[in-house]
């Protein structure tokens, strides 16, 4: 399940926060803040990790917010927390698995500009070919959000799952939490590394091996 939506979605799916795993708003804001005040000191140009529609710091976060990213490694049975990521607002909507469903069922009622303009953006993100008939992107996109949701629906009732860091550190408390966000430096800037590493033919073979394992 898990492979087949990042075949469907290979760099924005909706994340799956497992219930027993929902961190509260008020740590959430205090890891922002702290984030916040830590970048704009650096005075860089931020952008969305995702689309990377840009922003610039100096001028406050107009737009641009911070998500905490987990992974979930179904294997180890580990919820993996990766690192704190700036996504504009269209970016962090498709995130938000739970949200999503919400607003697309009140908006089946109503004018759905809202939501085809999401779904597009989806498309884009993911460098879907938008020409394909119709019918079939939104069976893709419908198929990635509703096994995103059996694999919430498992995730969250699977009491072995313990909740760790990207080195596999076990993460007890809040405190942990915030640490590991702030330790990670220069949060999307790390992200334009890891693109360029990418190139390394080593790793281009290791992905093509990744794919056809599906
Ligand atoms: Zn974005």
Not at 115 to 121: A, K, P
């Amino acid at each position: 399940m898990n492979q087949r939506v990042k075949k469907i979605a290979p760099k924005l799916s909706p994340l799956i926060i497992p219930k027993q795993f929902t961190i509260s708003e008020k740590i959430k804001d205090e890891i922002f803040e702290k984030i916040k005040t830590k970048s704009k000191k650096s005075k860089t140009n931020f952008k969305c990790f995702y689309c990377e529609k840009k922003e610039n710091i100096e001028e406050e976060f107009n737009e641009l917010k911070i998500q905490l990213i987990f992974e979930i490694d179904w294997k180890k049975s580990q919820y993996k927390f990766i690192e704190p990521r700036f996504v504009c607002e269209k970016c962090s909507q498709l995130l938000d698995l739970n949200g999503f469903i919400l607003r697309s069922f009140s908006s089946l009622e109503r004018n759905s500009t809202e939501i085809e303009n999401l779904i597009e953006h989806f498309f884009q993100v993911n460098s879907i070919d938008q020409n394909l008939n119709q019918n079939d992107l939104l069976t893709l996109f419908q198929e990635c959000y509703s096994l995103s949701f059996s694999l919430f629906i498992l995730s969250s009732a699977n009491p072995s799952l313990i909740f760790v860091s990207k080195e596999g550190e076990k993460i007890e408390n809040s405190e942990k939490l915030i640490e590991l966000s702030l330790n990670n430096e220069n949060l999307n800037e790390k992200k334009e590394f890891e693109t360029k590493k990418k190139v390394n033919p080593k790793n281009k073979r290791r992905k093509r091996n990744f794919n056809q394992k599906k």
